[in-house]
């Protein structure tokens, strides 16, 4: 927001997305499975033959999961559940099936440990940007690299976007 605090400034913070995402509605099934697949036909036109589904959360899971058991995967697809809701259930799911061969797999449990640079949240050791209101995320606050370790033992798959949070994720 400008210095008003009221007016915006055009940045769409990735914590403003997820609350904006809550109220966009919800297509059906069909209409998932139908934009799902004409997104990887258009990869698949341009002769990318595996895509990745990182930070995944259950429902594209279970969506692309009914995709590729009803053939409708144009293309491989590996997916990596979000630390955030990885539950038992998932933490299993990913132990069983990451080595399963066919159109989609589970690669990993993905730990973000720090946002993004498309969105100017990347933990950086120095700004390559200074925006309206960016503050870098500090590498403790991750969310979880101890409680990724005591889930998965010594292998993980952790997203570091930049500097600071590739030294802090090694």
Known sequence: RQADGKT???????????LY?????????????ELVADGLRLYAAEG???ACDGASLKGSINL????????????DVIAFPAFAIADDAVVADVAQNWKKMGRF???????????????????LSK???KR??????????CGGSAG????????????ASKSAAAENAA
């Open 64 to 75: 692309l999961k009914s995709m590729d058991k009803a053939g409708k995967l144009p293309i």
């Open 21 to 33: 995402g809550k109220v966009l509605p919800i297509p059906s099934a069909e209409m998932a499975t």
């Open 48 to 50: 990318i033959t595996t």
């Open 127 to 129: 700004p390559y940007y």
């Open 105 to 123: 797999r589970l690669g990993g449990i993905k730990l973000i440990t720090d946002g993004s640079i498309q969105c100017y949240t990347a933990y």
């Open 148 to 159: 990724m370790k005591l889930v998965l033992g010594d292998e993980a798959v952790a997203a």
């Open 8 to 18: 915006p400034n055009g940045v769409l913070d990735e914590q403003a997305y997820l």
């Open 132 to 141: 309206p209101g960016h503050t870098d995320l500090p590498g403790d606050k």
